[in-house]
């Protein structure tokens, strides 16, 4: 690794991520998730506030529809990136020390599901919670 | 916001991320390119150590196909993340205070083209860099 | 076919499947993942004779690159549909009626993931018989 | 072939399944196409109960807003895998037995075109009727 | 290279296309990012015309939701069709003779991302202008 | 239409091309098939020519793998604008007009899948051949 990084390892840890590839590459982040269920977030937010979010080329009823397109897929990115994480990362070990690892993860992409759904920030505030305690545990395990 | 969220931005700004949506949602995150930048460093990593890398069942042949196949997914990846925040994140006002910007994403795009064609871990690292500086400009737009 | 399945085709002749979209539609079926499964279980046993398998126009080395990419890419398929069993169609009860149903999952999907990194035919075996008892389970509930 | 898998193949015969992968592996399986429909079929008659069905958080427009972006890409999957079942399982002679081959698998491809402008159950049981239709011949031909 | 496509190269200049992939293989073309945006254009003529162009099994509104869903993704083949043109084919040389081909490609991308907002055509004649431009310097460079 | 655009369609009609949509938006375009199409030869060429071809930064073996991946994918792509074609565009009057259209989709998609097995240029040479048919029937049906 060269000095530079070296480096930003140290001055910027929380920085550091760690995403997925199927070799495995070993790089894992819980904050892929996150930033897509903030995506999501937002959107509820904008629904709600249609009329002054939408473009000048477009009615309240287009900018909806292209909202609940988006959050639909923004949906399935967020419980894809959880399940990596489940199905690849977490190992018996992990779940020797947080028994209660499945249940977390089935709520939390239980949740990502109901997001299509739903129209309320408030729901949107609730899975990114649910993603919030995976990635305290996610990072605990990291440093272990 | 919740008051959870707000503490939450304050105690933890750098976890704090943005990424897109075609709503537009207006969450963006350069640590999007970035994250998977850090898995085609740690692929080509394995790549220069595969015997050790591989799994038991494959030859190492076979898991150096399988890490080209990923890289190359996950170089476009990256492209992909990167010309979204060029063209949806960025605005006119941004250039005119970060003149090099366009020359910026070339490069880091160019580069990310690049890391299809290398099997140095090196290559990832000027990745790495050519995201850091687009990252480093990107919150300092969004502080201004 | 089983005694039961060959009933079924008799009574709900071949129309009642069980397959998944997000709406939800109420449409599932494990058959999606087993039919993967049998694809990956195919490539295996064709990689191990490549000599015979491969086309007229293409290398052994050719061959077995493309068995590689192909099967990365059908043990992703695998996961996806199993993931989508468990999030989406099993609920609380069917958990209370068979506790070992996170473990069953957790396995399956870990199973799908050896197999991009096995080309032994018996790997392939092993996803179909975890397949298999998720898909007992599946039809258990919705007799019930 | 381990010995479980070569007693499955004799008791189990209609349990093999088969899909497709581009290698050719030689699985294939018009349930996959049939179990796209299915979902189509239930959406459609989901959307004429839209009240009923749709989810305690959204309204009716979003619901069947929902109901649409989820058929159209239903549809698309059923084409596919029909697609791959015409141009890839079917040989000359399946043509020379089955003369109306092309024809079958032209009106199945424009019927699940259709199901993407049509919110009548009844036209996605015209789907799946077309799909019977190409399943029998199959099962037919792999008997054979 | 067979007579038949030596002459067709001589006689038929216009119709030898370039794509891209990402080897790279040297083949582009700008056809691909216009033919989506002649499809966006017409999509946004037959919203403006819904209750003519609509399937006589939808309502309006069904037809305007498809149509909004259809742009929204023809608009991000737009994007990334252009955004390979950019960041592949174009090379140092080619800027060093025009200049303004970060902007152009600039305003382009971002004017297809514009057409997810727009139901005008008139936008969308806009977007196959800004693609024009490109469209002429691509087939200077191909001349020089 | 702009006076731009009309001028445009006359002096350079072959440049006026036709894509999919699954509006659908009646715009459609052979030569989306043929760009892939061309993109297989090319890679078929370079990989006969694999050691002038491939990157500074990886071996013969990495450069003939990326090529393998990159024409599985392409010649997908060619089999996909073609089944759009088929099933989408041409209508029995088409096919009263032109008996043979059902094999010549049938051929060209089965070439196209051979071009996955073969890395033989003339191959790639017979499917835009196959392609170059099609090409021909569809520009004469939109002039009658």
């Known amino acids: 690794m060269k000095i530079r990084a070296v480096i930003e390892s140290v001055i910027r840890p929380s920085r550091v991520g ?9 790089v894992y982040d819980p904050a892929q998730a996150r ?3 903030e995506s999501i977030r937002a ?13 000048a080329g477009e009615t309240v009823e287009d900018y909806k529809t292209r ?10 990115m967020v419980r894809n990136h959880l399940w990596i994480l489940w199905s690849d990362y977490f190992k018996p070990e992990h779940l020797a020390k947080y028994p209660n690892l499945h249940e977390l993860f089935w709520a ?10 739903s129209e309320d920030p408030a729901q949107g505030e609730k ?3 649910a993603i919030g305690e995976i990635d305290k545990i996610f990072w605990e395990t990291k440093k272990a």
Not at 18 to 26: D, I, N, S, T
Not at 43 to 55: D, M, V
């Open 18 to 26: 760690y995403a997925h590839c199927g070799l495995p590459c070993g």
């Open 35 to 37: 930033i897509e269920a």
């Open 43 to 55: 959107i509820q937010q904008r629904y709600q506030n249609a009329a002054n979010a939408k473009g």
């Open 67 to 76: 909202a609940l397109k988006i959050k639909e897929e923004r949906a399935e």
């Open 108 to 117: 939390a992409t239980k949740e990502a599901a109901a997001a299509k759904q």
């Open 127 to 129: 899975l990114l919670a």
